[in-house]
């Protein structure tokens, strides 16, 4: 295997990924305050819209990354982490919003749930996140980080859920 290929574009969040250890916890983290920004500035549809450009320009960096570097998943590349991430986040923001919470809250359970249970899909890889994870090129290291969010964000609306009685 060969080194991690230099980079400062957006795949690795301008290096970042190569830089420290655990590079994916620090790309899901990353994603906390962006995607706490994104809410607080122009609620879901903001976040969604956030969500969004950062899983298409992520794509594409992370394409570019495999091919110039020639390696199948590199742990330098984060934004699929990112990416991953905001979708776990995404039932918090959109709870928030159609509740008519002041823009600025974005409540510690929520985020802490979202984080630590995306971590634990995306680590552990359980199906249907190892499936996605064998489709090729970047398609694999983006869609294995988006299933693992997608299983965060079902965990942390049945949080929800629970904890606010929407089931009783």
């Given at each position: 295997m060969s080194a991690p290929a230099p980079s400062g574009g957006l795949a690795t969040l301008w290096g970042l990924g190569?830089?420290?250890?655990a590079p994916g916890s620090w790309g899901a983290a990353a994603a906390l305050p962006l995607g706490w920004l994104a809410h607080w500035a122009g609620g879901f549809g903001l976040f969604a819209a956030t969500l969004a450009a950062v899983t298409a320009l992520g794509w594409r960096a992370t394409a570019r990354h495999l091919a110039r570097t020639g390696r199948k998943?590199?742990?330098e590349v984060i934004v699929d982490e990112v990416a991953g991430q905001l979708v776990a986040l995404a039932p918090l923001s959109l709870g928030l919003w159609l509740a008519g919470a002041a823009p600025h809250v974005f409540p510690w359970p929520g985020w802490v749930g979202a984080f630590v249970t995306f971590r634990f899909f995306d680590i552990l890889k359980p199906p249907p996140v190892s499936w996605a994870?064998?489709?090729?090129?970047?398609?694999g290291v983006m869609a294995d980080d988006l299933?693992?969010?997608v299983l965060a964000a079902l965990c942390v609306t049945l949080a929800a859920a629970l904890a606010h009685g929407w089931l009783a």
């Open positions: 190569a830089r420290v250890p998943d590199p742990s994870e064998r489709l090729p090129g970047a398609a299933v693992a969010g």
